[in-house]
């Protein structure tokens, strides 16, 4: 158990609707990291939030959102929603200070199926 | 910027044999580089990772991997496969060095069959 918990675990919704995924990194993490993994594209980095602001920002799509709260939990949102969009979506957390090494957390991901 | 490179997307090995997954990077800066492990339906899980010092770095489950820089490599082994070694694997690289935290960069991975 990697004290990364993503809800929900498998998501079957409609071309051109909205879903929002949700992650609760480990206790202490600052940084959360959202991943989208595909056949045909493998892992792809999509953002990074650190202690609620946007710190980097990978191959997301416009009609992709994210945002960190001030609890520290994260928030996907996945919009206009196409058949491509369907992947499996990682939400991964880090230690936020000078002594990080980049290590990253896994969760069990949320599997999204647009039909 | 960096980048991984996984020779090989299949690799089949006997129980007991030599596991030998490749990777190569490239990084402008000294890299800390990464061997992630994901069994099915789960997420990555780290199995070792190498920062600064010793370049030979040693894991979870009998793995190991050593940091060739000459080379750019960072290929992981493992003496004797056991089934349960069966995964895909990723290796992943990020800028080395102090400061806050920083996203990795992930190779295609590597899917690894034992056969009894």
Redesign the interface.
């Known amino acids: 158990d ?1 004290g ?1 918990t993503q809800t929900p675990k498998h998501l079957i919704t409609a071309t051109g609707q909205r879903v929002t995924l949700r992650c609760s990194p480990r206790s202490g993490d ?2 959360v ?1 959202w ?1 989208q993994q595909s056949l045909d594209q ?2 792809q ?1 999509l953002i ?1 939030y ?1 202690n609620g602001e946007e ?2 920002k ?1 191959n997301i799509l416009e009609r992709f959102s994210a945002q960190q709260f001030p609890d520290l939990h994260s928030e996907l949102n996945l919009s206009s929603l196409e058949l491509g969009d369907s992947a499996l979506y ?1 939400c ?1 957390s ?16 949320s599997r999204l199926t647009v039909l | 910027a960096q980048s991984v490179t996984q020779l090989g997307s299949h690799v089949s090995v006997s129980e007991g044999a030599l596991v030998l997954l490749r990777c190569n990077y490239s990084s402008s800066v000294p890299p800390y580089l990464f061997w992630y492990v994901q069994y099915p339906n789960q997420g990555l899980q780290l199995l070792l990772k190498y920062t600064t010092g010793a370049t030979l770095v040693k894991g979870i489950n009998g793995f190991e991997a050593e940091f060739k820089k000459s080379e750019t490599s960072f290929h992981l082994t493992k003496p004797s496969a056991h089934m349960s070694d069966a995964a895909e694997y990723f290796c992943a690289v990020t800028p080395g060095g102090a400061g806050s935290a920083r996203q990795l960069t992930f190779g295609s991975g590597t899917q690894l069959t034992v056969l009894p």
């Open positions: 990697s990364v600052l940084s990291y991943y493998g892992l980095f990074q650190y710190r980097a990978g990682f991964a880090s230690a936020g200070t000078g002594a990080n090494t980049g290590e990253l957390f896994f969760g069990e991901g």
